[in-house]
C-alpha cells in the first residue's frame, strides 16, 4: 500500500467532497458506513505517510489528535471522528468492532467497505470474528480468569446502555455489560459460565504494534 498508495489517497479526497447536505441526507446506516470507512482509510493514510514506516501508530506525532482530514465538508481528526461524531451520535457498541488503528491487538480491519444496506450483518460478522479471536475473549477455567479487551476497559460505558441492566456475570457496572455483550458471541457452554460469575475478570495485554501485512 505504502508503494502503491494512489487509490487510497483518490478515495480519501474524495470523502472531502461529499456535501454536508448529501451526508445529512443519507440513512443512519449510510452515514455510519461512510464514518467507518473514512477513519479506517484515513488511519492508513497516517501509518503509510512515515517513511520508514513507525513500529507504532502511536510514534507517529499528533495522530489522532492534530493530524486533520477533510470530510464531508469539515476538516476533522481521527478523534474527532471517532469520539465526538461515531461513539456519540451513532450509540452502538459494535463499531469498536470495526474502528482499525492498525495495532496487533486493534480488531481485525475489514477487506471491504462498510455499506449502509449490509451494515448491520457486517457489524456483527465484524463483533462475531473478534470474539473469536484471541483479541477479544479468552476464557481460562483452570485458574477461574476471564481476560477480556481492553477495549472494554477505556470504552466500556459505551456496552452499558443495552448490556448493563444485568446482576449475572462477574466484575463492575462496565465489565457485567461487556460480559453480557460477548455471552450472545460465544458458545452456549461459555456464555453458561460467564453467566455464573465465579471467575476475575482481567484485561488482554493490548499490543500496539504495528500490523504489517506481507
Known amino acids: 500500500l ?12 474524495s470523502l472531502g467532497d461529499v456535501a454536508p447536505e448529501t451526508f445529512h441526507a ?25 517513511d ?4 507504532s501508530i502511536r510514534d507517529i506525532p499528533g495522530v489522532w489528535r492534530v493530524r486533520r482530514f477533510d470530510i464531508a465538508g469539515a ?8 469520539h465526538d461524531t461515531i461513539r456519540p451520535d451513532y450509540e452502538d457498541p459494535r463499531i469498536h468492532a470495526a474502528v482499525n488503528c492498525s495495532a496487533i491487538s486493534c480488531p ?41 479487551s481492553e477495549l472494554f476497559n477505556w470504552f466500556g460505558e459505551d456496552w452499558i446502555p443495552d448490556y448493563g441492566d444485568t446482576e449475572e456475570f ?3 457496572e462496565k465489565e457485567r455489560a461487556a460480559l ?28 500496539w504494534a504495528l500490523n504489517i501485512q506481507s
Open 108 to 148: 481485525v480491519l475489514r477487506r471491504e467497505p462498510y455499506v449502509g444496506e449490509s451494515l448491520d450483518a457486517q457489524l456483527d460478522e465484524q463483533v462475531q470474528i473478534w470474539i473469536d479471536g484471541t483479541q477479544g475473549v479468552e476464557i481460562d477455567r483452570e485458574n477461574n480468569v476471564v481476560h477480556i
Open 170 to 172: 462477574a466484575g463492575n
Open 180 to 207: 453480557n455483550f460477548i455471552s450472545q458471541h460465544v458458545s452456549p457452554e461459555d456464555a453458561a459460565y460467564l453467566r455464573e460469575g465465579n471467575y476475575e475478570v482481567r484485561y488482554l495485554y493490548y499490543d
Open 75 to 82: 476538516s476533522k481528526t481521527l478523534d474527532n471522528i471517532e
Open 26 to 50: 443519507w440513512s443512519r446506516e449510510e452515514q455510519l458506513a461512510f464514518l467507518l470507512n473514512a477513519y479506517n482509510s484515513f488511519t492508513l493514510q497516517s501509518i503509510i505517510d512515515q
Open 52 to 55: 520508514p514506516l513507525k513500529d
Open 2 to 13: 505504502q508503494a502503491n498508495p494512489d487509490d487510497l489517497l483518490a478515495f480519501n479526497d
